[in-house]
């Protein structure tokens, strides 16, 4: 995945939020586990899309917070398919907050690579489907 600053506006964003009071730590930044929630979100969504149905997040492999995310800060999440197994779908996802200081500026604040199993109905793995 492109991680230039430059072409994101070039990007579809999978997902976009803006950061709240609501969605901070004790020291006033947002929290991480929030952040990490969006990504899985996101992440989900380019999973479900490629598997034409249901999903579930089993595994992490990495979690990078390159900078903190601010109250009032748009953040955009830019996810990417970038491995697909049998039943597994792995997923790039790059996270970008978008914010006013005398200017506006884009930072990339976090990036993580996450794991999708494709499930049936009754929960069990089943094959992705890549017509």
Known sequence: MASNLSDIDNRQPTLRVVARPADTNAGGDIFGGWIMSQVDIAGSIAAYRLAKGRVVTVAVDSLQFHQPVLVGDLISCYAEVIRVGRTSISVQVEVFAERDQGGIQH?????????????????????VNQE
């Open 107 to 127: 930072l990339k604040v976090t990036e993580a690579k996450l794991v999708y199993v494709a499930i049936d109905a009754q929960r069990r793995p089943r094959p």
